[in-house]
């Protein structure tokens, strides 16, 4: 492939505009400005306090290699990235580590914030060029990386200041309208400057008194419009759905009734395929239930589309009961009683991007809540998850790993949409902008986006009871993507798990699990 591949482990500048001088790198004048970033990093290293109590500051190293990720040449061809199985060794794993005891409550943001000093002091200022040293195209890409680092530093040094004249000179560059760096770069300085406002009201507990923050209200519908727009002009969703569906019909082989506990139901997005697939089985029409378990309140629009639901099966011959239980996830909740469940059915839980709510203390305990689902004794359970290290338990880890993760997915969705699209500016500011909010600026039960990677859901699921039983949609994946008509979507497998990703960085992960000791079909 032409030109540089990677800004953040990817080509993300690969369709930036012509006008800046992407493909005209000196690599001798980047090697000199990335001994100049390590020399400043070293400063500030060298300040960091005996005891661990303090943010930790990014070692050299890290840098060296976060610098690396934005010039390296591409060595391999297309094909080669089809069978990386989008290798996630490769990618960013400096903050990952085996951090299975970690816990993030009230107690450990206190510690991220007893940092004395301010960050002016630490050098941070000698880490960011001057304006006037910024020329167009890959300077000024490096200079708004360079920003985010810095203002990140800042703002976990607590020096407000610095931290806040950084996000000025960050909005003169970054924007909701420009290149996919400038706009995911705009998404992060929001929620720095989110974080920024609640470091204001932290109490003299350590804890942190959520205030108003001059925030736009995101109503529940303008969420969802933004999801459907993502499901259908990206593979992302419909890519766990394919997975999931096709993980339940092969384990529903052989089974007549069936039924599929949704957890944090929102949609009927998922079911029509699912539906059509048990249509055409040769063994004959099962009977199907679904029971929703949502903290939404409002069900008109979702017991309409559930109405119509019912009706497309009916005329397929399937008989189909939608039950809604309008309650928050809790271990409680996961009885055989308040599910309804009836002898002779064949249990299915299914999540789509909902059991990282619970990883550690975010709102309520993972542990509790697998242990409750095993004892409902389900034939499968189907889970989808963001393929990411986002519930590391330091804040610049975090947001490190979070701007090379949604930089990807900016970058992918550049090549997908034109940059005015209005479909793909509500993608960005209601969806994955509030997502990137949620990771950088708040901490305790109010982070919720705690995403994880396979190989840790691999360890909780398995100490909870579970173990992953490989996928086998590789084919029918491949086919779906190439309906999207973009060469960047990679796939590939690791342990049993289905993972999709761009341009080799992953971004999504399938997974079925059935108990241990129940040998697969």
């Given at each position: 492939?032409?030109?540089?591949?990677?800004?953040?482990?990817?080509?993300?500048y690969e369709?930036?505009?012509?006008?800046?001088?992407?493909?005209?790198?000196?690599r001798?004048?980047?090697e000199?400005?990335?001994?100049?970033?390590?020399?400043?990093?070293?400063?500030?290293?060298?300040?960091?306090?005996?005891?661990?109590?303090g943010?930790?500051?990014?070692?050299?190293?890290?840098?060296?290699?976060?610098?690396?990720?934005?010039?390296?040449?591409?060595?391999?061809?297309?094909?080669?990235?089809?069978?990386?199985?989008?290798?996630?060794?490769?990618?960013?794993?400096?903050?990952?580590?085996?951090?299975?005891?970690?816990?993030?409550v009230?107690?450990?943001?206190?510690d991220?914030?007893?940092?004395?000093?301010?960050?002016?002091?630490?050098?941070?200022?000698?880490?960011?060029?001057?304006?006037?040293?910024?020329?167009?195209?890959?300077?000024?890409?490096?200079h708004?990386?360079?920003?985010?680092?810095?203002?990140?530093?800042?703002?976990?040094?607590?020096?407000?200041?610095?931290?806040?004249?950084?996000?000025?000179?960050?909005?003169?560059?970054?924007?909701?309208?420009?290149?996919?760096?400038?706009?995911?770069?705009?998404?992060?300085?929001?929620?720095?400057?989110?974080?920024?406002?609640?470091?204001?009201?932290?109490?003299?507990?350590?804890t942190?008194?959520?205030?108003a923050?001059d925030?736009?209200?995101?109503?529940?519908?303008?969420?969802?419009?933004?999801?459907?727009?993502?499901?259908?002009t990206?593979?992302?969703?419909?890519?766990?759905?394919?997975?999931?569906?096709?993980?339940?019909?092969?384990?529903?082989?052989?089974?007549?009734?069936?039924?599929?506990?949704?957890?944090?139901?929102?949609?009927?997005?998922?079911?029509?395929?699912?539906?059509?697939?048990?249509?055409?089985?040769?063994?004959?029409?099962?009977?199907?239930?679904?029971?929703?378990?949502?903290?939404?309140?409002?069900?008109?629009?979702?017991e309409?589309?559930?109405?119509?639901?019912?009706?497309?099966?009916?005329?397929?011959?399937?008989?189909?009961?939608?039950?809604?239980?309008?309650?928050?996830?809790?271990?409680?909740?996961?009885t055989?009683?308040?599910?309804?469940?009836?002898?002779?059915?064949?249990?299915?839980?299914?999540?789509?991007?909902?059991?990282?709510?619970?990883?550690?203390?975010s709102?309520?305990?993972?542990?509790?809540?697998?242990?409750?689902?095993?004892k409902?004794?389900?034939?499968?359970?189907?889970?989808?998850?963001?393929?990411?290290?986002?519930?590391?338990?330091?804040?610049?880890?975090?947001?490190?790993?979070?701007?090379?993760?949604?930089?990807?997915?900016?970058?992918?969705?550049?090549?997908?949409?034109?940059?005015?699209?209005?479909?793909?500016?509500?993608?960005?500011?209601?969806?994955?902008?509030?997502?990137?909010?949620?990771i950088?600026?708040?901490?305790?039960?109010?982070?919720?986006?705690?995403?994880?990677?396979?190989?840790?859901?691999?360890?909780?699921l398995?100490?909870?009871?579970?173990?992953?039983?490989?996928?086998?949609?590789?084919?029918?994946?491949?086919?779906?993507?190439?309906?999207?008509?973009?060469?960047?979507?990679?796939?590939?497998?690791?342990?049993?798990?289905?993972?999709?990703g761009?341009?080799?960085?992953?971004?999504?992960?399938a997974?079925?699990?059935?108990?241990?000791?129940?040998?697969?079909?």
């Amino acid at each position: 492939m032409e030109g540089i591949n990677g800004w953040l482990s990817f080509p993300l500048y690969e369709s930036f505009n012509h006008d800046f001088a992407i493909r005209r790198f000196c690599r001798a004048r980047v090697e000199l400005e990335r001994g100049e970033w390590e020399e400043a990093m070293n400063e500030i290293e060298s300040f960091s306090p005996d005891d661990e109590t303090g943010t930790p500051h990014l070692a050299a190293s890290e840098v060296d290699d976060l610098v690396d990720s934005f010039i390296n040449m591409d060595d391999g061809d297309d094909e080669d990235r089809d069978d990386r199985n989008c290798n996630k060794n490769q990618d960013f794993h400096h903050f990952q580590g085996e951090i299975d005891a970690f816990s993030m409550v009230n107690e450990d943001f206190r510690d991220e914030l007893e940092m004395s000093g301010s960050c002016e002091d630490f050098g941070v200022h000698e880490m960011v060029p001057s304006v006037e040293e910024v020329s167009h195209g890959v300077d000024q890409g490096l200079h708004l990386v360079h920003l985010l680092l810095a203002c990140a530093e800042a703002v976990g040094c607590r020096d407000t200041q610095l931290a806040n004249s950084m996000l000025c000179q960050i909005w003169a560059s970054a924007t909701p309208w420009g290149d996919s760096l400038q706009r995911v770069s705009y998404c992060f300085a929001a929620g720095l400057k989110s974080r920024l406002s609640l470091l204001q009201n932290v109490n003299g507990n350590g804890t942190i008194t959520n205030c108003a923050m001059d925030l736009p209200l995101i109503t529940r519908e303008e969420k969802m419009e933004a999801f459907q727009l993502l499901y259908q002009t990206t593979p992302y969703i419909a890519f766990g759905f394919m997975a999931a569906n096709e993980a339940i019909c092969q384990a529903a082989q052989g089974k007549d009734s069936l039924h599929i506990i949704d957890l944090g139901m929102e949609h009927t997005l998922q079911w029509p395929s699912l539906i059509r697939t048990l249509a055409s089985r040769p063994e004959g029409l099962p009977t199907l239930r679904i029971t929703g378990l949502t903290s939404n309140q409002d069900l008109l629009e979702l017991e309409a589309s559930m109405k119509s639901l019912v009706e497309d099966a009916s005329s397929l011959g399937i008989s189909l009961e939608f039950h809604m239980i309008p309650e928050p996830l809790t271990p409680s909740l996961l009885t055989r009683e308040n599910l309804n469940l009836r002898e002779g059915e064949a249990i299915f839980v299914n999540s789509i991007m909902h059991l990282h709510k619970y990883v550690k203390e975010s709102r309520g305990s993972l542990k509790a809540i697998l242990q409750a689902i095993k004892k409902l004794g389900p034939t499968l359970l189907t889970m989808v998850e963001q393929d990411a290290n986002h519930n590391g338990p330091f804040f610049l880890g975090r947001f490190l790993e979070s701007l090379h993760y949604y930089s990807a997915i900016f970058d992918s969705l550049e090549t997908s949409l034109p940059r005015h699209s209005p479909q793909r500016m509500k993608i960005e500011r209601l969806h994955f902008a509030e997502e990137i909010r949620n990771i950088v600026a708040y901490e305790g039960s109010d982070r919720i986006e705690r995403h994880e990677r396979a190989d840790q859901w691999r360890r909780q699921l398995g100490r909870a009871g579970f173990q992953v039983i490989g996928l086998k949609c590789l084919s029918q994946a491949r086919m779906m993507l190439s309906v999207y008509g973009c060469d960047g979507y990679t796939l590939g497998s690791e342990k049993g798990c289905l993972l999709l990703g761009w341009k080799g960085r992953p971004i999504m992960l399938a997974s079925a699990l059935q108990l241990h000791n129940v040998s697969s079909s």
